[in-house]
């Protein structure tokens, strides 16, 4: 499977992008300090495996010991200078803004990629997930009271090989008349995903989170009495989502602080 980092790259390999980044350093020596240095530095050391960062500010804050007005400041600069470009990402599992992806531009490209900057929007269509009270969200135009639809919207078809499988593990907890709720929070959960180009490629993929979701979620009430199923195979698929897409996010950062100084 293609890296969705992968498909922001600017450049071809590792070392033109570490080429880049000395030329913006030299280029922009005067106009740059130290805490600007770092963090264009930091963001080229998450970039080595996939040529673009996915970066947490307060996982900058924590790593060069300098507050979150610093960060965004830094960050603002270096955009201004042309040097990074940063890329709003959405996390539709989580229902928010997830960590920002950031790139390193090459020295002679000045223009700024039309999705720079911006948020895809969510789909009308979408059916919300429910968040609790105390969970934060940014999706302030999203009416969380929605409850889940637990039928297909009309006109719509259901994918008949998971829907069947589905409804197939669910006889044996001696009920598969819930066969459409299920299928309908994974709907849920994998639709807000598949709203987004960088998904696209990847629906057969969920189906086989769907299909070992609902396999997890049987086997489990062998074991022991789970009294709301349909919320535990909830949780299990985010989970399975979560560790496919979202595992490398935030890699081990190996370079010692001192040395981005």
Same mark, same amino acid.
């Given at each position: 499977?293609?890296?969705?980092?992968?498909?922001?790259?600017? @450049? !071809?390999?590792?070392?033109?992008?570490?080429? +880049?980044?000395?030329?913006?350093?030299?280029?922009?020596?005067?106009?740059?300090? =130290?805490?600007?240095?770092?963090?264009?530095?930091?963001?080229?050391? #998450?970039?080595?495996?996939?040529? +673009?960062?996915?970066?947490?500010?307060?996982?900058?804050?924590?790593?060069?010991?300098?507050?979150?007005?610093?960060?965004?400041?830094?960050?603002?600069?270096?955009?201004?200078?042309?040097?990074?470009?940063?890329?709003?990402?959405?996390?539709?599992?989580?229902?928010?803004?997830?960590?920002?992806? #950031?790139?390193?531009?090459?020295?002679?490209?000045?223009? =700024?990629?039309?999705?720079?900057?911006?948020? +895809?929007?969510?789909?009308?269509?979408?059916?919300?997930?429910?968040?609790? &009270?105390?969970?934060?969200?940014?999706?302030?135009?999203?009416?969380?009271?929605?409850?889940?639809?637990?039928?297909?919207?009309?006109?719509? =078809?259901?994918?008949?090989?998971?829907?069947?499988?589905?409804?197939?593990?669910?006889?044996?907890?001696?009920?598969?008349?819930?066969?459409?709720?299920?299928?309908?929070? #994974?709907?849920?959960?994998?639709?807000?995903?598949?709203?987004?180009?960088?998904?696209? !490629?990847?629906?057969?993929?969920? &189906?086989?989170?769907?299909?070992?979701?609902?396999?997890?979620?049987?086997?489990?009430?062998?074991?022991?009495?789970?009294?709301?199923?349909?919320?535990?195979? =909830?949780?299990?698929?985010? &989970?399975?989502?979560? !560790?496919?897409? @979202?595992?490398?996010?935030?890699?081990?950062?190996?370079?010692?602080?001192?040395?981005?100084?």
């Amino acid at each position: 499977m293609t890296h969705y980092l992968c498909k922001f790259a600017k @450049f !071809e390999n590792k070392n033109e992008m570490d080429a +880049a980044a000395r030329k913006h350093a030299d280029i922009h020596w005067n106009a740059m300090n =130290k805490t600007d240095r770092a963090v264009l530095e930091m963001i080229r050391c #998450y970039s080595v495996k996939f040529l +673009a960062a996915h970066l947490k500010h307060q996982t900058i804050e924590l790593k060069l010991g300098v507050s979150n007005s610093t960060v965004r400041r830094t960050l603002r600069k270096l955009e201004k200078l042309q040097i990074i470009e940063r890329i709003q990402f959405v996390r539709p599992v989580m229902s928010g803004l997830g960590a920002n992806i #950031y790139l390193i531009f090459p020295v002679n490209d000045q223009s =700024k990629m039309n999705r720079g900057g911006q948020v +895809a929007e969510p789909s009308n269509d979408a059916v919300p997930e429910p968040i609790s &009270e105390n969970e934060p969200s940014f999706y302030k135009a999203l009416n969380i009271q929605d409850p889940i639809k637990t039928s297909p919207l009309s006109g719509e =078809k259901l994918s008949t090989t998971l829907f069947a499988k589905m409804k197939e593990l669910l006889a044996l907890t001696g009920d598969s008349s819930k066969a459409r709720e299920f299928f309908a929070i #994974y709907r849920v959960l994998t639709g807000r995903m598949l709203k987004f180009e960088i998904y696209q !490629e990847s629906k057969g993929i969920f &189906e086989d989170l769907g299909h070992r979701a609902i396999y997890i979620s049987v086997m489990a009430t062998k074991k022991k009495k789970i009294h709301n199923l349909p919320g535990y195979f =909830k949780g299990v698929l985010r &989970e399975l989502i979560d !560790e496919t897409f @979202f595992e490398d996010i935030y890699q081990e950062y190996s370079v010692p602080v001192e040395a981005l100084f």
